[in-house]
């Protein structure tokens, strides 16, 4: 469908998870909405396609529970347990040229003699970290395990995954979403005796058995009447509640719920408050190169679901097994991998992809002996050009002033990128129910 100059009570900008999830609500309630999704599908980075004998997801997207005991269990998601697998988390680090149990800080026993001895010394000697507002990520890291494994694993590793120096994140970057220092744990692992995978919000996650993550938008998308898709927004004016579309579509609202890029929202924008105040947030891009494998993985990574690598000579972050975590992603006798690279937006614009990028990446995976170019069957670039949002104190003292302003607009963000923040799938549905029950009519 497509109205112009039509006015909605309600519209729901952006047709990910939560906005798919926002739409449920509204339909349950019998309001007056329209959801409009830029792309020609809905789901977001939820996706799923299918590629001969292979379907990959946008990346390695997993769905963790902590509200809810069982997909079938989230609301509005109309989801069914049989179709899920419940599956305990198996990760590995590339260290010293040896694969060591995630997470790595809990697992020093694991690591080639040299580098353990060196860990070890300087987890004793680390320094305290700072109460002040001024530290940083980088600081969090070798106050809680020392400065040598912070170099060798922790700061390389999430630079290249975040695209940007952690002396640059505030401290408060660091919550569920990395394992808070555990001395008791880290003594453990120095003997051998830890667990390779502590209680943690990821040890444990839910995914399909049959297909990738897209079963999660097929039962969110269900029962929504509203939807119209190829409606990519070019300007949202406050003042006159109007939002404008690239084919010159015009559509009023009364309120607002929106879980596109909280940047890109206030840019397209008439304000200037707005407009100055977003310069301050910033975030990554992951180019996720899915690759068709002709038969089996290396017999070091069975039952492998992903593993890091923190080698800034090698272009990739992390690498995932698609085949390891779905049995149902791949025909027999095929498998299928994701390689994220990181890279900062306006870099990632400038790079040719197919040119430069991807054969850096196939070059790293042969030298490493992880594949073999001969079995390749098909390479499928995804490009996120939000991947990680940044917790800068910049962003910190942004955020309040953006949302404040948008409120009075009737504006309400929500989503991991809505609210930029760093957020799960889970979090992201539940940050849309609230947002939507939690208003008075």
């Known amino acids: 469908m497509g109205r112009s100059s039509q006015r909605f009570p309600v519209i729901v900008l952006g047709g990910g998870i939560s906005g798919l999830t926002a739409a449920r609500i509204l339909e349950q309630q019998e309001q007056d909405y329209l959801l409009l999704e830029r792309c020609p ?45 419940q599956i305990s988390r198996r990760s590995c680090c590339l260290v010293g040229g040896k694969l060591v149990p995630a997470p790595i800080q809990y697992n020093l026993a694991e690591l080639p003699p040299a580098l353990f001895s060196e860990c ?31 170099d060798l ?10 695209a940007i120096s952690l ?11 990395f394992p808070a220092p ?3 744990l880290v003594r453990m692992g120095m003997v051998g005796a830890a667990e390779s995978s502590p209680v943690s919000y990821n040890s444990t996650f839910w995914y399909p058995k049959v ?21 990519d927004v070019v300007s949202v004016d406050l003042r006159d509640k109007t939002i404008r579309t690239r084919n010159q579509e015009i559509f009023r609202w009364d309120m607002m719920f929106s879980s596109i890029p909280l940047k890109s929202l206030c840019e397209m924008t008439n304000d200037t408050e707005l407009m100055r105040t977003s310069a301050d947030l910033s975030h990554s891009s ?25 080698d800034r000579t090698i272009p990739f972050y992390r690498v995932g097994f698609y085949s390891n975590i779905g049995t149902g992603m791949s025909t027999p006798g095929h ?19 197919i040119r430069d990028l991807q054969p850096k990446v196939m070059k790293s995976l042969e030298q490493l002996g992880w594949v073999d170019s001969r079995d390749v069957v098909c390479v499928v670039i995804h490009v996120m050009r939000h991947a990680y949002i940044h917790h800068t104190p910049h962003r910190d003292r942004a955020l309040n002033t953006i949302l404040a302003r948008l409120r009075e607009a009737s504006i309400f963000p929500m989503g991991r990128y809505g609210l930029w923040d760093y957020i799960s799938m889970e979090d992201s549905m539940e940050s849309a129910r609230t947002a939507v029950m939690e208003l008075p009519r």
């Not at 299918?50 to 609301?75: A, N, Q, S, W």
């Not at 297909?211 to 409606?231: A, M």
Request: aromatic share 10%; net charge negative.
């Open 41 to 85: 599908t809905v789901g977001g980075l939820t996706r799923t396609v299918e590629v001969g004998e292979f379907c990959f997801d946008y990346t390695g997207h997993f769905l963790h529970l902590c509200r809810y005991p069982t997909p079938e269990d989230i609301p509005y998601a109309s989801l069914k347990n049989e179709d899920w697998a």
């Open 120 to 150: 070890v010394n300087s987890y004793e000697a680390r320094p305290s970290l700072s109460e002040g507002e001024n530290a940083t990520f980088r600081d969090y890291m070798v106050s809680g395990f020392g400065q040598a494994l912070a």
């Open 153 to 162: 694993f922790l700061i390389p590793q999430n630079e290249k995954t975040m």
């Open 167 to 177: 002396d640059r994140l505030s401290k408060r970057a660091v919550r569920r979403f």
């Open 182 to 184: 555990d001395e008791k």
């Open 211 to 231: 297909g990738g993550i897209g079963r999660l938008v097929q039962g969110l998308r269900s029962g929504i009447r509203t939807c119209s898709v190829n409606q």
């Open 286 to 310: 992951t180019i996720s190169f899915n690759i068709g494998l002709r038969g089996p993985l290396r017999p070091e990574f069975e039952n492998l679901h992903w593993l890091y690598v923190p």
């Open 335 to 353: 498998n299928g991998l994701y390689v994220e690279v990181g890279l900062l937006p306006e870099e990632a614009d400038r790079t040719n992809l």
